[in-house]
């Protein structure tokens, strides 16, 4: 079921939200609780019910081990809470790995030795690489001593809350349990609801209007290349662009959603998506893109492997740049790496990883030979210049091609098609795809101004402290146009405008939301 269909809009949100708010006048939320449990599991068999056993036996492997995991560490047994630690990492990645992996890697092996392998296909199960990775949070929180025991029925709603199982945030113990624990949760508040209404409202239109107009042009554009065609300058770019925008107001718009909705549940999720287009350079980019999947594989995989990388440096008596490679260098390609390998099965994401990891290597070389500069300066009493305003919109215009080339692999079939695209950017090949070309203007404007220009979603929403971390993040990408909504005669107009405007246009067709395949 799709947060951008008829079904869900008008059936399956009203019957959550009116049996909600009514078991949640009991006395006790428990039946609150389990009444929203039962409708987040009911949510996800919507899409095929044979893999709901799959999602039921993550929540009570993870539940049974994370208990495990908190009672050897109130014990102070740190062996043993690091053994249940290995036994639920292996069981978690194995599964993701079996699930996601597997076709792609008998496929290659068969390329790469002719061995005569079999395997049927396996269907990637829904929003398999967010729940996992979700699971994974909550056992490493909880041998970190981060995260409480709970009864199974909140790990339930924990692992299930639907407006964040699908597709993000992955969420912490700490960021949501306690908010399903607390007096509010399951009650009809107006604030919330209306809040929540207005904040999935805008990140329906998204999806609905911009997304899925950007969409149609991209896919035209990629469809020559994905055929062998040839693809000229103009188009080559257009297609970049174009995608980059779908993409963009895609995961944004699905992202507001899912806020939009934990709030109407009186749940507040934390940001995932904070106007990374408007990033000063590419690790800033990554900072506001997707930000619970950072944040995460930065403090699960990159801290640690820096670490250990830097007591190596120590040992090997490296020093200056070798030392860099080493602690800081490595470990990015392989963080990297694994972002592009988490999206997906194919050669595609890995260079898609690859590229990114190659662009924050550049990115942290600059850095640091900076620092040094600065460092000499100032034993010479001088101070480096700060850029100025020409040297800042250079920096942007090369993290925004560069992300513009690299989401041409993330979009294409084949490294072929995208080798197609690349060229027809750079000018070496010839031949037209044909679109509309006063649409296609129209649509990359329209889709910029508001990228550049205009406040996000949680700027526009600021005044209702609209998601869980907000006040970290809300001075951070000012918008040039800054305005504000209000629950006012203007305010509800326009609420109900962009309202209507995304339910329309879902007559045009019901588009999977993008990240709903990863």
Aim: positive net charge; proline residues 4%.
């Amino acid at each position: 079921m799709l947060f951008n269909s008829f079904p869900f809009l008008f059936g399956f949100l009203p019957l959550a939200l009116v049996l909600t708010y009514w078991a949640g006048r009991r006395p006790t939320p428990t039946l609150a609780k389990a009444t929203l449990a039962a409708l987040s599991l009911g949510f996800y068999a919507w899409w095929r019910p044979v893999y709901l056993w799959l999602l039921l036996f993550s929540i009570a492997f993870n539940y049974l081990v994370g208990d495990q995991i908190q009672k050897a560490v109130a014990a102070k047994r740190q062996q043993a809470s690091r053994l249940w630690l290995t036994v639920g990492l292996v069981v978690d990645i194995g599964m993701l790995g079996y699930f996601k992996y597997a076709n792609f890697f008998v496929d290659n092996v068969r390329a790469l030795t002719g061995a005569d392998w079999t395997l049927d296909h396996i269907v990637l199960p829904l929003a398999i690489s967010f729940y996992t990775f979700q699971k994974i949070a909550y056992l490493v929180d909880s041998s970190r001593g981060e995260a409480r025991r709970m009864s199974l029925l909140d790990f339930t709603l924990f692992a299930a809350f639907f407006p964040q199982l699908i597709a993000g945030p992955i969420v912490h113990y700490k960021e949501v349990v306690p908010q399903l624990q607390g007096p509010l949760f399951g009650r009809l508040i107006g604030r919330n609801l209306l809040v929540g209404l207005a904040i999935m409202a805008i990140g329906l239109a998204k999806k609905t209007v911009i997304a899925d107009t950007a969409s149609g042009y991209a896919d035209q554009l990629f469809l020559v290349a994905d055929k062998g065609g040839a693809v000229d300058f103009v188009s080559g770019w257009l297609a970049a662009i174009l995608y980059t925008f779908q993409v963009y107001f895609d995961f944004s718009g699905y992202s507001d959603m899912a806020i939009g909705l934990g709030r109407m549940f009186g749940v507040k999720l934390p940001l995932n998506f904070h106007s990374p287009l408007r990033a000063a350079n590419i690790a800033d980019y990554w900072r506001r893109w997707h930000m619970t999947l950072q944040r995460m594989i930065y403090a699960y995989v990159f801290q640690p492997l820096s670490l250990s990388l830097i007591r190596s440096t120590w040992r090997l008596g490296l020093s200056g740049w070798g030392a860099f490679a080493v602690s800081v260098g490595l470990p990015t390609f392989l963080t990297f790496v694994i972002v592009g390998v988490w999206h997906g099965a194919g050669w595609t994401f890995v260079l898609f990883g690859v590229m990114h990891a190659v662009y924050v290597s550049a990115f942290e070389i600059w850095r640091e030979r900076r620092t040094k500069l600065q460092r000499r300066l100032r034993k010479l009493g001088r101070k480096l210049a700060e850029p100025g305003p020409a040297r800042r919109a250079a920096a942007r215009v090369v993290t925004l091609v560069a992300i513009l080339a690299a989401n041409v692999v993330f979009r294409a079939k084949t490294v072929g098609a995208a080798a197609t695209v690349w060229t027809g950017m750079a000018g070496l090949r010839g031949g037209f795809a044909s679109a509309p070309a006063w649409d296609v203007a129209a649509t990359v404007v329209v889709c910029a101004a508001i990228v550049a220009f205009f406040p996000n979603t949680q700027q526009i929403m600021s005044r209702f402290d609209p998601a869980y971390n907000w006040k970290e993040w809300s001075d951070v990408a000012r918008p040039p146009i800054a305005f504000a909504w209000r629950p006012n005669t203007v305010g509800l107009i326009a609420l109900g405008v962009v309202l209507f405007l995304g339910v329309t246009f879902i007559q045009r067709g019901q588009a999977v939301f993008l990240y709903f395949n990863f």
